[in-house]
């Protein structure tokens, strides 16, 4: 299927030029229209003119913020991962370490249930889009590294056996979350909350922490 990957007759208008408050608005709003179309069209079936026309944007002024289809989407599936992960798998904080582990999987969920939507189209072009694999990775490899810093300290104060390996401990533990929830939210699997209880034991029983 084509790409929508450029302006027609060249490169971008004004691309990386500074936008005026106008303009900031203008980007806010294509923004905006692009993760709506996304979500109701999937990410293949949408053109540049459904974002335009649902932005009430003229076509060729899409092309002034973004050089394509693929370049916006980006940009939202950034801004998802920057919500999704906002909330580390292990915080450093709270009552005790079971507790901030449960409080973790909490705002996960909620997160993903507010991006479950697009959480199914960003699969969708996980699987083609060799840049947005990459993005997909940079923004998990923070979440990793700050989950698996807490576990070194809970190793470190004797709250976590020593004989985890921490990263990978972190990558499977946030695996095993992820992975459920798109089978219930995006799947349409049977909901039930006793999957977010499972979840929470599963994680602290994984870390060896006490309940």
Do not use: C
Not at 4 to 16: F, I, K, L, N
Not at 39 to 45: H, K, M, N, S, V
């Amino acid at each position: 299927m084509a790409s929508e990957s450029g302006a027609p007759g060249g490169d971008a208008a004004g691309a990386g030029a500074p936008l005026t408050e106008r303009g900031a608005r203008t980007r806010e709003r294509l923004l905006t229209a692009a993760r709506e179309v996304f979500e109701e069209r999937g990410f293949l079936d949408t053109r540049v003119a459904h974002i335009t026309r649902h932005a009430k944007v003229a076509y060729g002024s899409f092309y002034t913020y973004f050089p394509s289809k693929e370049a916006v989407f980006l940009e939202v599936a950034d801004r998802l991962f920057a919500d999704m992960t906002q909330h580390d798998l292990v915080p450093l904080e709270g009552p005790s370490p079971a507790a901030r582990v449960r409080r973790a999987n909490r705002a996960y969920y909620e997160a993903y249930r507010r991006n479950a939507k697009m959480m199914a189209i960003i699969e969708q072009v996980s699987t083609f889009n060799v840049e947005f694999q990459e993005m997909r990775r940079k923004h998990r490899a923070v979440a990793v590294s700050r989950s698996a810093k807490a576990i070194r300290r809970w190793q470190a104060a004797g709250l976590a056996p020593a004989d985890i390996d921490p990263e990978m401990a972190s990558r499977a533990l946030a695996a095993m979350v992820d992975h459920s929830l798109y089978l219930w939210l995006v799947q349409g699997e049977e909901p039930d909350d006793r999957l977010l209880d499972t979840l929470d034991t599963l994680s602290i029983r994984a870390l060896g922490l006490d309940p």
